[in-house]
Each structure stands twice: as C-alpha cells, then as structure tokens.
T-cell receptor, first 114, second 112 residues
Framework: DQQVKQNSPSLSVQEGRISILNCDYT??????FLWYKKYPAEGPTFLISISSIKDKNEDGRFTVFLNKSAKHLSLHIVPSQPGDSAVYFCAASTGNSGNTPLVFGKGTRLSVIA | DTGVSQDPRHKITKRGQNVTFRCDPI?????LYWYRQTLGQGPEFLTYFQNEAQLEKSRLLSDRFSAERPKGSFSTLEIQRTEQGDSAMYLC??????????FGPGTRLLVL
C-alpha cells in the first residue's frame, strides 16, 4: 500500500519553462512534506518543505503547493535549468518538522532540455 | 565538510558474508536514520536513533540486520548472512530533534 505516490515516472521540459512535479498521499496523519533531489550515485539533497498548516512555500526558483483536502502537493520550478535534471522525490512525515521516519514516493525523473 | 558521511561508498560481497556500514552524522544532530533504496523505488525507512537510543525499527529490518549508535555519534549497520535481495543503496540521514533530515552519499551494496 503506497502512502505517497508520484504517478509520473518522468517529465521532460524545455530550459526556461516551468516544471511541475506532482505528488499524492493517502495518510491523513502526515503533517509535513518535503521534496528531495537526487543525482545518480549520490544521496538525496533537501530542496524545500511545507508544513500542513500552510498551502504554499517558496524558495527562489522552487515553490511547493499543498492542497490538504485533495491530499495533493506539487513542486514548481521556474525557470527550469539543465542543472535541474535529476530524480525528484516527494516525502511525507507524521512529525511537524520532518524529523520522524520519512515515507517517500517512487520519484519523478526530470529532464530539462537546453 | 560538515555533511553526513558514509563509509564505504561501495561494497561487493559474496552471499552469506557479513557486512558493516558506518555513518557519521552532522555534528550535534541528535537523530540518525537508516534507509534503503532499490532500483526504481524511493528510499525506505529501516531504523532510527535519538542519541544512543533506537526509537523505531521497520518491519523491513529482518533479524539479519542490526544497527547501533553506541555513543550517540556515529552509527553502524550490520547485515549478517547477506542475500542477493540485500543488494541496494543504504542511506543514512541525520537531523536535530526538531528539523529536516539531511542525507549522506550512501553505501552501494552488491551481493553476488
């Protein structure tokens, strides 16, 4: 039973355009959500997070939106750059700061084409 | 560099052998987590510590797996009698009691 789902295994976007990565979850106890970026043969790198009490969090080119009623979150990258090409993981935590065991989706591979 | 470090980065072993991995967390981080990632999947939680106390173990963690954090600093993950299904990337992360988890580079295990 997958509690965190990323239904798009891959996404291809032109440089300069917006990338939108989606994530759905099923567990109502999740209180904190995170996005990590992963390059091959490296560990995940933290990108941005959002608490369930917010519906939006922004950090530079990255914005995360949370729709609690739909149990859906999305990561927007604007503008997309070739260096953004990586696998992006959505993760959820029952803790209020992401400090409890994370439940990850399967990831979405983003390719930004120059 | 004050990030999470893991050693070794790669390990090839024969089925039935024991292996041990080490993780050094970010200095002063109280919590340390172990995850496992297989091809095409996201990381899956194995176990975590707060200081030297092991707080939770996943059902994924069979009896052949044991983890320790004896002095509340570095941690070791041992797999006894390895099986081919243990081949994976083993990831370590650390955090303060309140705060985001930061991951190390991982140890890639291949069991032949």
């Amino acid at each position: 039973d997958q509690q965190v789902k990323q239904n798009s295994p891959s996404l291809s976007v032109q440089e300069g355009r917006i990338s939108i990565l989606n994530c759905d979850y099923t567990n109502s106890m999740f209180d904190y959500f995170l996005w990590y970026k992963k390059y091959p043969a490296e560990g995940p790198t933290f990108l941005i997070s959002i608490s369930s009490i917010k519906d939006k969090n922004e950090d530079g080119r990255f914005t995360v939106f949370l729709n609690k009623s739909a149990k859906h979150l999305s990561l927007h990258i604007v503008p997309s750059q070739p260096g953004d090409s990586a696998v992006y993981f959505c993760a959820a935590s029952t803790g209020n700061s992401g400090n409890t065991p994370l439940v990850f989706g399967k990831g979405t591979r983003l390719s930004v084409i120059a | 560099d004050t990030g999470v470090s893991q050693d070794p980065r790669h390990k090839i072993t024969k089925r039935g052998q024991n292996v041990t991995f080490r993780c050094d967390p970010i200095s002063e981080h109280n919590r340390l987590y172990w995850y496992r990632q297989t091809l095409g999947q996201g990381p899956e939680f194995l176990t975590y510590f707060q200081n030297e106390a092991q707080l939770e173990k996943s059902r994924l963690l069979s009896d052949r797996f044991s983890a320790e954090r004896p002095k509340g600093s570095f941690s070791t993950l041992e797999i006894q009698r390895t099986e081919q299904g243990d081949s994976a990337m083993y990831l370590c992360a650390s955090s303060f009691i309140v705060g985001t988890q930061y991951f190390g580079p991982g140890t890639r295990l291949l069991v032949l």
